[in-house]
């Protein structure tokens, strides 16, 4: 077993660490505090290649590893949560189903300019009456002979405003129930589709998270992701990646909250010395690194295991249920070692522990993730 | 154009160094190695001046121990083509220049080209004697230009903005010439995944170039710069009160 990334896998890890440094740290606050999408960043790393870091070259991307990838999301992470699954949403939810699912001629039209970080992507399966339980889909799909006709709503979309070609599902034959579910293409722009409203959040304040709104929306044939019917098998399988994305996102937070408590319990002096020499502090410290380890390790496991196509479901599904645990303790204890200045917005502390508290909801709450480990330990 | 790109490679300067009791010497080891800002400056106006004239080369050679060669690497993920390590015994600023001398008639040799403009950065951010660049103009016999803030291509060679303390001059200078570079309007280039996997690829030279002048400078001894004294706060009730005690502070002191 190997611990460890390549010296070529590390070597873009360090880069986009000091792109993260210069560009995307010093953003953070500013963007947590006026919910600002970090359009900066968008730019910045497309023109990097880190918006097609895993796909082939043939279609734009960079050829590299998957983990990679994930090593690039933690990292981003670690200086700005909401830059970080500004990334993965185009990346691990709208570009990978295409990839996976696109026809060629889909790849050639929507992969390429997703992966060169021309266009953004999103993926859109929650709606109101359908979150946890995906399979209640109201939105519909009409085929219309040289059309699909859609209608209906989505929610909680992220990218959403800034996204210009989204991946969503819709019923296409209520009576079948999860199989009569399909996904579809759409692109900003189309006629009756609409983007809608800016969702204020707890956390990952700068995530633009919009409403998507179908009204007699046409859109053409050739835009049906995958066969007729698999569109819920195509967003579970698209989910299984999302969360070891959001592992590393989890990770990463973790990781930023642990690296700006050490940098504060050094200069901060109480009772005549810097808390940090005070043993509470140290073993605190210490106790939330080697839980960010662990949590670091299970996440390696399952992105290893989707880079060399193994089954990895129930490891995405551990990887995100203790990262984004780990995440949102973690962060907790950060903002109780730094005091009254933790509770303070002029510090980072708060702002790391309302973005963890996300990692435990979206792309499957803690509970699915549960659900999915349960079920695949009563499945052997 | 034949670019070459003289780079040094420095502790990261953004790091708080401070002196080794037991060496008496900077403790240089918590600092990152990067390639001195100034030169990054350096290439990426070398590089800008490349995209804007076209088919040319930018070549960067470093004088420096053996892990000077992760410099030379950054630096082909952001621009250069091609690059060289000089081995050499050189200490200061004037072995240095002839190291750098001694070196561009090796690569030219080994390359068969001339180079048409060689970049350094003004001074390096460790050291900052900003001597190295004129004097490797002095060796080569070629005109220089200080302080760039620009370039650009012109029929006689090329015109450069330097930066004064007033303001600019606008100088043209006939190639081949040095050019050092000081912070211009805009940032250095990141690399791209793809830059930094062809960089990879790309072998870097290793010269020998033999002596090199005996340095003019041995460091006699390592001193930390004083510490600031807290200082007095003045905050009287109104601006001329106030002002009036710093100025009768100034008069006791007889620094008026």
């Known amino acids: 077993m190997k611990f460890h990334f390549s010296e070529e896998e590390q070597e873009i890890i360090s880069m986009v660490e000091d792109y993260a440094i210069k560009e995307v740290g010093p953003r953070a606050q500013e963007i947590d505090e006026e919910e600002r999408f970090p359009i900066e960043a968008r730019e910045g790393l497309a023109e990097m290649g880190m918006m097609g870091v895993y796909f082939p070259e043939e279609y734009g991307g960079a050829g590299m590893s998957y983990l990679t990838y994930i090593g690039v999301a933690e990292k981003l992470a670690e200086y700005c949560a909401t830059t970080s699954i500004m990334m993965m949403a185009s990346e691990s939810l709208c570009a990978w189903p295409i990839f996976q699912y696109g026809t060629e001629e889909q790849k050639q039209k929507f992969l390429a300019p997703l992966c060169s970080g021309e266009k953004l992507g999103a993926f859109a399966l929650t709606e109101p009456s359908a979150g946890t339980d995906a399979a209640m889909q109201k939105t519909v799909a009409a085929d219309k002979g040289d059309h699909w006709l859609i209608n209906g709503s989505k929610i909680f979309i992220t990218n959403a405003q800034y996204a210009d070609i989204f991946v969503f599902f819709a019923m296409t034959d209520k009576e079948k129930g999860t199989k009569g579910i399909s996904a579809f293409i759409v692109e900003k722009g189309t006629p009756g589709f609409e983007v809608s409203g800016h969702e204020k959040k707890m956390g990952i304040r700068g995530s633009s998270t919009s409403e998507l709104i179908f009204n007699d929306c046409k859109i053409p044939k050739e835009n049906l992701l995958g066969e007729l019917g698999k569109g819920f098998k195509i967003a579970m399988t698209t989910l299984d990646g999302g969360r070891v994305g959001v592992a590393a996102q989890a990770v990463g937070i973790a990781q930023g909250a642990i690296n700006d408590a050490l940098a504060y319990v050094k200069e901060r002096v109480q009772f005549g010395k810097p808390i940090w020499k005070f043993q509470n502090t140290q073993f605190q410290l210490a106790d939330m690194q080697a839980k960010v380890d662990a949590a670091r390790l299970l996440l390696y496991r399952a992105a290893q295991a989707k880079q060399d196509g193994e089954p990895y479901s129930h490891l995405a599904a551990m990887a995100k249920l203790v990262c984004a645990e780990t995440a949102s303790d973690v962060t907790r204890r950060c903002v109780q070692l730094a005091g009254g200045y933790g509770y303070s917005r002029d510090y980072p502390f708060e702002r790391h522990m309302r973005d963890a508290k996300i990692t435990e909801i979206y792309e499957g709450t803690s509970e699915v993730q549960r659900m999915v480990i349960s079920g695949w330990m009563g499945n052997k | ?256």
Do not use: H, W
Not at chain 2, 40 to 47: D, S, V, W
Not at chain 2, 78 to 107: E, H, P
Not at chain 2, 167 to 178: K, Q, R, S, W
Not at chain 2, 183 to 206: H, L, N, V
């Open chain 2, 1 to 256: 154009m034949e670019i070459l790109v003289c780079i040094k490679q420095v502790p990261d300067d953004s790091v708080n160094i401070k002196m080794n009791p037991a060496t008496n010497a900077p403790d240089l080891d918590i600092a990152t190695p990067i390639v001195n800002a100034f030169d990054t400056y350096a290439l990426e106006m070398a590089t800008r001046l490349k995209e804007a004239i076209g088919d040319s080369t930018i070549t960067v050679v470093s004088v420096g121990p053996d892990k000077a060669k992760d410099a030379i690497k950054t630096c082909l993920a952001v621009g250069a083509s091609k690059g060289y390590v000089v081995k050499a015994d050189a200490t200061d600023t004037i072995s240095t220049a002839d190291a750098l001398a001694k070196a561009v008639a090796k690569i030219e040799e080994a390359e068969g080209v001339k180079f048409d403009i060689i970049f350094c950065g003004k001074e390096s951010t460790d050291c900052a004697s900003g001597q190295v660049g004129t004097m490797l103009a002095e060796d080569l016999d070629v005109p220089v230009v200080t302080n760039l803030v620009d370039i650009e291509k012109i029929d006689a060679g090329i015109s450069a903005k330097q930066e004064t303390e007033e303001g600019y001059n606008i100088i043209e200078v006939a190639m081949p010439c040095v050019v050092t570079v000081t912070k211009p309007e805009y940032e250095p280039r990141y690399p791209t995944i793809k830059s930094k996997m062809a960089a990879r690829k790309i072998p870097i030279g290793e010269l020998e170039i033999g002596d090199v002048v005996a340095p003019a400078v041995t460091v006699v001894a390592n001193a930390e710069p004083p510490k600031k004294a807290a200082g007095v706060k003045i905050n009287e009730e109104t601006l001329e009160e106030s002002m009036a005690m710093a100025l009768g502070m100034m008069r006791d002191a007889k620094v008026l």
